[in-house]
């Protein structure tokens, strides 16, 4: 069965890890929306153009097994300063399902809302001082709950598996992965 994923954008937002997460999920046959907190058309981090499928503001009423923020500066700011997806990360945490964030995200919009509550989690070194729980920052991607969390563009295809693990098992994640060559 198809899972609904939501990955928001923005201007500045890091291109690696955005188009891992969405490729890798799309491999897994997931319905993956790209949401963009600016306007449909972004500039990525270095300068590559990212097209959204939709605004964010078109999905706040839309219900999503996971929401996954991909990092890069200053697109995690962008990320961090949209009510809207702020109101969509606190539902899908008071609701019991999947939320993540790579690189700067996780400290940058993660930590900032209070949706890390103490929770073990990663982000990129220059962020690691933001969170209130560094016993993991080592980690290259770390799983609390409902929580994934990941340190950069190094880790993106790692961190989209885990992705596809944790919403339909390890056996579809070992299927995605064996094409790339992982």
């Known amino acids: 069965m198809s899972k609904k994923i939501?990955?928001?954008?923005?201007?500045?937002?890091?291109?690696?890890?955005?188009?891992?997460?969405i490729d890798v999920l799309?491999?897994?046959?997931?319905?993956?929306t790209v949401a963009s907190v600016d306007e449909l058309q972004v500039?990525?981090?270095r300068g590559v153009k990212l097209v959204a499928d939709k605004l964010?503001?078109?999905?706040v009423d839309e219900t999503y097994?996971?929401?996954v923020l991909p990092g890069g500066m200053p697109g995690a700011e962008h990320l961090r300063d949209s009510k809207d997806l702020q109101r969509i990360l606190k539902r899908q945490k008071e609701e019991g399902k999947l939320y993540g964030a790579i690189c700067a995200a996780p400290a940058v919009v993660l930590q900032h809302h209070g949706l890390l509550d103490q929770r073990k989690a990663t982000c990129h070194p220059s962020f690691v001082s933001h969170?209130?729980?560094?016993?993991?920052?080592?980690?290259?991607v770390v799983v609390d709950g409902t929580c994934v969390t990941s340190r950069g563009p190094g880790t993106a295809l790692e961190f989209a598996l885990k992705l596809v693990e944790l919403l339909y098992g390890k056996e579809k994640a070992e299927e995605v992965a064996a094409p790339m060559v992982m």
């Open 65 to 67: 097994d996971l929401v």
């Open 43 to 45: 500039t990525a981090s």
């Open 56 to 59: 964010i503001g078109d999905c």
């Open 131 to 140: 969170l209130e729980n560094a016993d993991s920052v080592e980690s290259r």
């Open 26 to 32: 799309r491999r897994a046959d997931s319905s993956v």
């Open 6 to 21: 939501l990955v928001p954008i923005a201007n500045g937002t890091e291109e690696i890890e955005a188009v891992c997460i």
